[in-house]
């Protein structure tokens, strides 16, 4: 296609990592015209190397969105692990929250799975949706309207018209800064040391994390019984850390781990590489601009003690997908100022709970915390059926705050009056 070329549909869908491509995928399949922007097209996922360094716990809720969108089996098909256990401890075990899914009549808890599994997935998906126009590797340039209607400027020189833009572009949103959308940034000066470790005995299928000086320390379980590790540490310790050979990281690791004898993890034998990334906090002010939205972290970037990261991300494209359905049954423009306005206040609510409520929660687990009050916490929640349900509900992303499609209503559903 030469230059200059314009193409109009209904929705543009800039930035196609998972939450962008979930959202392009779920708008397809709902019968609206996508023409989607992304600078990278992802390798294919070869099962036959070894595990990467970012994962994610898909909860059972996201695992449903997926599903809607054409991946998850293809992630099914793959390299992943289910867990139905999920232990939390205070540094010196004199406290523990434990969760079993059946008790809450779920089958998992969630699925640890490989980022670069699910964007394949997705991306695979993607290519086999009709009414999607994939434009990569192209990125892009500038937004103008035209007729009141958004127009990308793509650095390739393409113009792409539509009804509505969706930026999915990451926390370093160039959507959100050409709408001129502001938000909050806090840098807590941690990182998360990430690695794959096994243990003297196999994870058993349990998401452990234990809160240590500096920070949480987690151990997620992977197919072959090893663990992703996620250690929340200040930032020189990370960086001191990954200084260290496998032996001594591996001293310090059992140091932060070791507990009874009879539980999990147990002894820790082997470290494969490592590496950290920083942790910050971003919200942006609002989630909504003239015909356009954002997604995921272009919207929300959230301190990973929750680890609700990405499963917030594909929340918030399960949202737009069912508030453009029933804008379509009402007769309404997918760009609508009212349309959006619902779809900026439910995810903007959400996303404030989750975020500053882990902002506030963090300060719990550092050094100069408060450790009878975080004791008093875990037990509390121990203790009361009604808490530890609410918990498990909101992780598992099926609240009753929830978009229908990750509470097990399907698109057809959602197309039905």
């Not at 959202?23 to 190397?49: K, M, N, T, W």
């Not at 716990?57 to 969105?65: K, Q, R, Y």
């Not at 949103?173 to 243990?199: C, F, K, N, P, T």
């Not at 500053?356 to 875990?378: E, I």
């Amino acid at each position: 296609m030469s230059p200059q070329v314009r193409i109009d549909c209904d929705v543009l869908v800039v930035g196609a990592g998972m939450v962008g491509a979930a959202a392009a995928s779920l708008l397809a399949r709902s019968g609206y015209s996508v023409a989607v922007i992304e600078h990278h097209e992802p390798a294919a996922f070869d099962v036959s190397q070894p595990v990467g360094l970012r994962v994610s716990a898909i909860s059972p809720g996201s695992a449903a969105v997926l599903n809607e969108t054409g991946a998850w089996k293809q992630v099914l098909n793959s390299r992943h692990r289910h867990y139905r256990e999920m232990r939390v401890e205070d540094r010196d075990e004199s406290s523990v929250l434990t969760f079993q899914a059946a008790e809450f009549g779920l089958d998992t808890l969630g699925t640890i799975v490989e980022n670069d599994l699910v964007q394949w997935a997705l991306w695979q998906a993607l290519s086999m949706t009709a009414g999607v126009d994939v434009h990569c590797p192209d990125r892009l340039a500038e937004i103008d309207f035209i007729d009141g209607l958004p127009q990308a400027r793509l650095e390739s020189g393409k113009r792409v018209r539509a009804r509505l833009l969706v930026g999915a572009d990451g926390a370093d949103s160039r959507v959100r800064r050409l709408l001129g959308i502001g938000s909050d940034h806090w840098e807590y000066g941690q990182m998360g040391v990430v690695a794959v470790v096994q243990g003297a005995r196999p994870n058993p299928g349990v998401a452990w994390q234990r809160f240590v000086d500096g920070g949480p320390v987690a151990l997620l379980p992977l197919a072959d019984g090893t663990s992703s590790l996620v250690w929340t540490c200040p930032e020189a310790r990370a960086k001191e850390l990954l200084q260290l050979d496998d032996e001594a990281f591996l001293f310090e690791l059992g140091s932060a781990v070791a507990g009874s004898p009879d539980h999990w993890p147990g002894e820790l034998v082997a470290i494969g590489p490592r590496a950290a990334f920083p942790l910050t906090m971003r919200l942006s002010e609002r989630y909504r601009g003239r015909r356009s939205v954002l997604l995921g972290d272009a919207a929300h970037v959230m301190h990973p003690l929750a680890g609700q990261g990405v499963n917030l991300g594909l929340l918030d494209a399960a949202a737009l997908a069912e508030v453009l359905v029933v804008a379509r049954r009402d007769g309404l423009d997918c760009g609508d100022d009212a349309v959006l306005r619902r779809y900026d206040r439910w995810r903007r609510s959400e996303a404030e709970v989750m975020c500053r409520g882990v902002h506030g929660l963090r300060g719990l687990f550092l050094p100069q915390g408060l450790g009878l009050l975080r004791r008093v916490g875990l037990g509390l929640v121990g203790r009361s059926w009604t808490l530890r349900e609410a918990f498990i509900r909101r992780a598992a992303g099926q609240n009753s705050n929830a978009p229908a499609l990750a509470r097990g209503k399907t698109l057809a559903g959602l197309l039905r009056p």
